[in-house]
């Protein structure tokens, strides 16, 4: 409720309606937002020629054992 009371305030003192304000307040958050980029994940790849020939036919429960050291079932 204080917030209101302040808003109120400010819209005396503009002599403006209590919406102008908030809107004003609104409008300043809205440009702020637009001027931060949003999050980017780094590119993180790297040059290569992709699986190597004896991985390139393995399934993904065959990668996924091998990845995790685990002997095929």
């Known amino acids: 409720m204080q917030l209101l009371r302040e808003v109120r305030k400010i819209a ?12 004003q307040g609104l409008r300043r958050i809205i440009a702020e937002k637009a001027r931060k980029p949003g999050f980017r994940l780094r590119d993180a790849s790297f040059d290569g020629r992709g699986l190597n020939p004896e991985f390139a036919a393995a399934g993904w429960d065959r990668l996924r054992d091998l990845t995790y050291d685990k002997s095929p079932n």
């Open 12 to 23: 005396v003192r503009e002599q403006a309606t209590p919406q102008a304000p908030v809107e």
